[in-house]
């Protein structure tokens, strides 16, 4: 939190000092004024698109001052007022402030305590869900908020900053057949003229303006019962609560090992679960979470594994928020990344001890190539970064600050030894209940624990960006030692300068009959590390052990032959799915031989474990890639057929009796790729089949498998399976289902439909909430159909701004310059960025998405230069599959 700006003349010399009229703050408030406390009284009618509100907050102004700035969008004030602890209100003007501050003047000095009322109006959103928003399930209107990073501006003028923490009371309005609630219990509730009804809350703890919430409308509650004295529920729309059958089992068990976890009961006096029908989206509000009805709600005779352990991840995400994040606030946004980091470092901790079979360890490996390959980009930001606009806010939330930030996390877990790093988890909870805390005040609770300072450490990971890549060599004496070095991995074609870390590295290995684990800290580009345990030469060893490090290793073909010996047997599924991953990283470096690494698919495409045949699947998927030339696309996928094809063709795309989840699980990925990729015949002509059946007659399909074969059947379907799917999605009431076809509908090749798909995004059929993202880049998945969106947008430019959501915590136009991600070529790349170089400046986020898409055309074309001759050489040696 900033202190007051006092100005130095004013210590100085002593004497009351009259700032002059103040020119609006640029980005934070001054903390010249503070809130104490907030009651705010809000009218609200879930399918009006306005509000009436007042807030009086109790504000302590520090220095005298004839205005008083707060944060405030798109509120017009009808009445403000400033009332002393004594003597007469001073009634307010009010002054613009831009787009995110409005000021409230007085004719003379208001100082000390005392209340600001304000009367005024605000928008209830239809096309956005940034403030207070509405949404549309069937027939009814839902009315909820999202204030995370910077919308509470858009329910109530207040001081929006996460470091101002305080109580607040909230009253509703609502018409008397709906249900209102906020982050606490209810305290009383009276009828009101016309139909209404007053329903005020009980005073909530300490919350910053961003966590405090509300939602309206006709929900039906679903007890989920108590864990400790905390009521938990789940809030549907009117007449889903059959939906939230595995919501109501899981939330309170998850909630159960967070408060073992954090070794303290959740934090606030009850828990409501809300669902809002929209795909992909979550919000920690203390005491009042949104959760998507995607992530939330599902039919139970429609229910899958992965809907399960999706679930579980979100709701532990949320849930542990509560805690971290919720009881203690990070000062600023700077420091989103360690709410963001841990939240989702334990979205696979915390369910994954709950349910080991869903195999979330592996998961975790893979969230951190995905990682690494956003981080491996020059353009790439650092998880710590000042933040000097709005912009930088809205840029906190991406992925280098969920899974960077979790994966360092992991790391030091690693490093410090999971009780300890527990024991100081729990210690900064307890050091900074119910206020504010800054990453720094982390670090040092977590050095406390570990006996040693580790922020030196910790900062080369936050301060800088970038992917360590470390290489290993063996050497086998009286004493074997393990020689380390490091480099900054790059791309091929990078333009991103070499740097260093003080890595972590912890290997396993075996020797004398048994397993050792051995950690030390790589802080030169080179050092050595003797193998303690080790007599003689280790029989294997991983340079990762249990792959948390957040470093690749450098593989090559003698590494490879240690570390994977007899098809790594002795290591377990994650520790195998994160070499290949490595291998698959090291490949777009230009660090291993396509060949050496292509040699891996055969060893894994029929492993047992479903995990690892999918990471032979993703090094396979190099051969339909930009970096093939056209005509020997067709033997790539001759290759994947070869390979994976009876596999596929074995598994069909119906379940059969007695199939385990892992079968399952393997069917949904394994199938859709052998037929999209390996483009095999047999198996698009019975997606085709099946996808008509289902459309027809609404033929059972097993959930898990139709959204990959609607998907399959589109990429090869015709005019005529276009208008069922287009229809069904239209008629759907389900959400998640409106979102499978939606996602089919996204992915035709052939030309006249991609253009008919991207044409409902200007359509009045679909919310563009949900048609966005699976209509504009579906086609992106694509050779032939990846140039489509850029035209479209190009073309459509205008009224596409206008159906999207805007709102600087939600700009979809953001995402507009990556429809150039499938490009490969300079001229395609100039296009995209003189189109977009000048507009993107008023997309909030959008000039870090255009650097980053602009930079990985660069690379894709100095990648096919570099890969072409040796992946010609490689499919020319693929011969036709088994008939
Ligand atoms: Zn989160």
Redesign the pocket.
Known sequence: MKSPVVPALLVLCGTAFTAPPLEPPKLRLDGSARPLRYVVDLIIVPDRDTFQGTVDIDVDVRTPSTIIWLNAIGLAVTEASFHPESGPALPAKTVPGGDQFTGFSFDRDVSGKGTLHVAYQGKISRNSSAGIFQLKEDRDWYVYSQFEPTDARRAFPCFDEPGFKVPWQITLHVPRDDMALSNTPVQSQSKEPNGMKAVRFKTSPPLPSYLVALAVGRFDAVDAGHVGATPVRVIVPHGKGAQAAYARTAIPQLLKLLEDYFGTPFPYEKLDSVVMPVSDF?M?NAGLITYAESSLLADPARETIEHKRELAGICA??MS?QWF?DLVTTAWWSDTWL??GF??WMERKIPGEWQPEWHLDVAKVNARHGAMRQDELASARAILQPIVSNDDIANAFDGIT?EKGAAVIEMFERWIGPEKFRTGVQLYLKQHAWGNATAHDFESAMSSVAGQDIAPMFSTFLDQPGVPEISVALKCGAKPVLTLAQKRSLPIGSRAKPQTWQIPVCVAYEAGGAVHHQCTVLADTQADMELAEAQTCPSWFLPDDGEAGYYQVAYDGALLKIVLDDRGAHLSVAERVGVLGDVDLLLGAGEIQAGVALALVPQFSKDPAPQLVQAAANIARLLKSESVSADLRRKGAQFIRREFGERAMALGWLPKPGDSDDTRLLRQKLVPFVASVGEQKDLIQEAQALAHDWLNKRQTVPPEMLGPLLQVAAEFGDRDLFNLLRTAAIQARDHNLREELLDALGSFRNAGLVAASLDLLLSKDFDSRESFYPLLFGPLGHAETRDVPFEFVKQHLNPLLQRIPREAGEDYAAALPTVGGGFCDARRRDELESFFGDRVKDYTGGQRALAQTLEGIDLCIAARKTLTPELTEFLNGVTEPRP
Do not use: P, V
């Open positions: 979550a920690e995400h949320e928020h994040g709410n963001e939240a989702t969920y």
